[in-house]
């Protein structure tokens, strides 16, 4: 993009007089907090600073296919920003459309917990968040972040392979419990599926990296800490990872006995520990690729999950740390 460009206003060709930047929203009405009216309200005051392109979602991925054909599009039509109003899955599909193009993005939260909004410093409450956006119109530097990817698919801070994914895809399959309940669902999701299929298991898959094989019940791989906020608390499981160090890290939980209960949720949520750092896990860090598979004698396939969203069983998957990727605005 030119220099005009990054600054997100664009001159005329005549006097140099810079004109509102151009906005695509990117709106998912099913999310958690988004509301027509909200929506209207949050529209009429970005229009004071942006032209606004306002597009709602209407399926899984649509915002993917928005964005890519946002960037393809003709320069005197192509976005100066794109703004994710959603929840983090919202803000994972505009990112894909993204990855590896100097179009920023940028979030409005709308979901439940907001990571990536929390991570980057943008306000949580939507009405400060569109001020917040409004006040970056004239003096915006947009800045670049690592993604990882899974397969293919690219994440913002997180994938899981196990529990963490099975957890997931029951609370994806509720998402009337999702929106009344918030965190406490996900909470309410992981004890359940912990009980149900997990307490006691034996290893189910093998993480593969840096030459070396660790078998174990379910892992975590992170492009950045926190691994996930409860309300503000942030909950951090691997260790030695932010959006910009250019690698991955992975946690690898070798089991899951009742006593060992405590102690996880302990680390979780101490402010200078990680889940990684638990006796029954494996802590790697500075990686560029971990390999998961299931194990001889597990299932063939295990579920998946990305930014907190549930992507499907694989019989392995590969995930990837890509550098500063992703231009971002906050």
């Given at each position: 993009m030119s220099e005009a460009t990054a600054t997100l206003g664009r001159p005329t060709a005549a006097r140099g007089i810079r004109t509102k930047p151009r906005m695509l929203?990117?709106?998912?009405?099913?999310?958690?907090?988004?509301?027509?009216?909200?929506?209207?309200?949050?529209?009429?005051?970005?229009?004071?600073r942006y032209e606004v392109d306002a597009i709602e979602t209407h399926s899984p991925n649509h915002a993917i296919e928005l964005t890519r054909?946002?960037?393809?599009?003709?320069?005197?039509?192509?976005?100066?920003?794109?703004?994710?109003?959603g929840g983090d899955g919202t803000v994972n599909e505009a990112a894909n459309?993204?990855?590896?193009?100097?179009?920023?993005?940028?979030?409005?939260?709308?979901?439940?917990?907001?990571?990536?909004?929390?991570?980057?410093?943008?306000?949580i409450d939507v009405v400060d968040a569109a001020e917040h956006l409004l006040q970056l119109a004239d003096e915006s530097v947009p800045r670049r972040i690592d993604l990882g990817r899974a397969n293919g698919?690219?994440?913002?801070f997180?994938?899981?392979?196990?529990?963490?994914?099975?957890?997931?895809?029951?609370?994806?399959?509720?998402?009337?419990?999702?929106?009344?309940?918030?965190?406490?669902?996900?909470?309410f999701a992981a004890l359940h599926t912990y009980a149900r299929d997990y307490r006691g298991g034996e290893a189910r898959l093998a993480v593969e990296a840096g030459g070396r094989r660790y078998e174990g019940l379910s892992t975590l791989i992170q492009n950045s800490d926190p691994y996930t906020f409860l309300g503000s608390t942030p909950?951090?499981?691997?260790?030695?990872?932010?959006?910009?160090?250019?690698?991955?890290?992975?946690?690898?939980?070798?089991?899951?006995?009742?006593?060992?209960?405590?102690?996880?949720?302990?680390?979780?949520?101490?402010?200078?520990?990680?889940?990684?750092?638990?006796?029954q896990a494996v802590s790697l860090t500075r990686l560029d690729e971990?390999?998961?598979?299931?194990?001889?004698?597990?299932?063939?396939?295990?579920?998946?999950?990305?930014?907190?969203?549930?992507?499907?069983?694989?019989?392995?998957i590969t995930f990837e740390a890509c550098p500063a990727s992703?231009?971002?605005?906050a």
């Open positions: 929203l990117i709106v998912n009405p099913m999310a958690t907090t988004v509301s027509d009216r909200l929506k209207n309200l949050v529209v009429y005051a970005l229009r004071g054909e946002a960037v393809a599009a003709a320069a005197n039509s192509r976005p100066d920003l794109v703004v994710a109003f459309g993204l990855a590896h193009t100097d179009v920023p993005l940028s979030i409005l939260p709308g979901g439940c917990t907001n990571v990536m909004c929390r991570m980057l410093g943008i306000p698919r690219y994440f913002l997180s994938g899981g392979v196990g529990m963490d994914a099975d957890v997931t895809r029951w609370v994806d399959e509720r998402p009337r419990a999702k929106q009344r309940g918030g965190g406490r669902t996900f909470a909950l951090r499981a691997c260790e030695d990872i932010s959006l910009d160090n250019g690698h991955l890290s992975a946690m690898v939980m070798s089991r899951g006995k009742l006593r060992d209960t405590p102690g996880i949720v302990r680390r979780l949520f101490a402010k200078d520990g990680h889940l990684a750092t638990h006796p971990v390999r998961v598979v299931p194990i001889e004698g597990g299932p063939a396939e295990l579920p998946v999950e990305v930014d907190g969203d549930y992507i499907g069983e694989h019989a392995g992703l231009s971002v605005l």
